[in-house]
Nanobody
Framework: QVQLVESGGGLVQAGGSLRLSCAAS????????MGWFRQAPGKEREFVAA????????VYADSVKGRFTISRDKAKNTVYLQMNSLKPEDTAVYYC????????????????????WGQGTQVTVSS
C-alpha cells in the first residue's frame, strides 16, 4: 500500500522558517518525481515545488522562488521542503504528492499528473 506522510508543519512568525518532510512507502519512490502543493482557506490547491526522480532538476512556483527549497533523500525515501522567510500568505495546508509516471524526463507542475497524495500538514504564518 502506497503511503505519503507529511510532517513538520506548525505555527511560525513571519520571517521564520519551517522544514516539511514527506516520508514515502509502498513503492520505489526513487524512480518518481515528487511535488509539494498547498491549499489556503477558500482557494484552490496550487503547485509549490517539485523535484525530478533523479534529484537533478527542481521547479518552483514564482511565489516561493528564492525562499523555498525542495530536496530528496533517496536512501530514506523522504522529500523535504525547506521554507525560509515565511509570509502570512504562505499559510495553507501543504500536501506531498508522487508523480504517476515512472522516470518522467521533465518535472511536472500539473496536479493531475500526480496520483498519490499525503494527508497534508498545516502551516500557519502569523504577521
Amino acid at each position: 500500500q502506497v503511503q505519503l506522510v507529511e510532517s513538520g508543519g506548525g505555527l511560525v512568525q513571519a520571517g521564520g522558517s519551517l522544514r516539511l518532510s514527506c516520508a514515502a512507502s509502498g513503492r520505489t519512490f526513487s524512480n518518481y518525481a515528487m511535488g509539494w502543493f498547498r491549499q489556503a482557506p477558500g482557494k484552490e490547491r496550487e503547485f509549490v515545488a517539485a523535484i525530478k526522480w533523479s534529484g537533478t532538476a527542481t521547479v518552483y512556483a514564482d511565489s516561493v522562488k528564492g525562499r523555498f527549497t525542495i530536496s530528496r533523500d533517496k536512501a530514506k525515501n523522504t522529500v523535504y521542503l525547506q521554507m525560509n522567510s515565511l509570509k502570512p500568505e504562505d499559510t495553507a495546508v501543504y500536501y506531498c504528492a508522487a508523480d504517476a509516471q515512472r522516470l518522467r524526463s521533465v518535472v511536472t507542475t500539473m496536479e493531475t499528473q500526480y496520483n498519490y497524495w499525503g494527508q497534508g500538514t498545516q502551516v500557519t504564518v502569523s504577521s
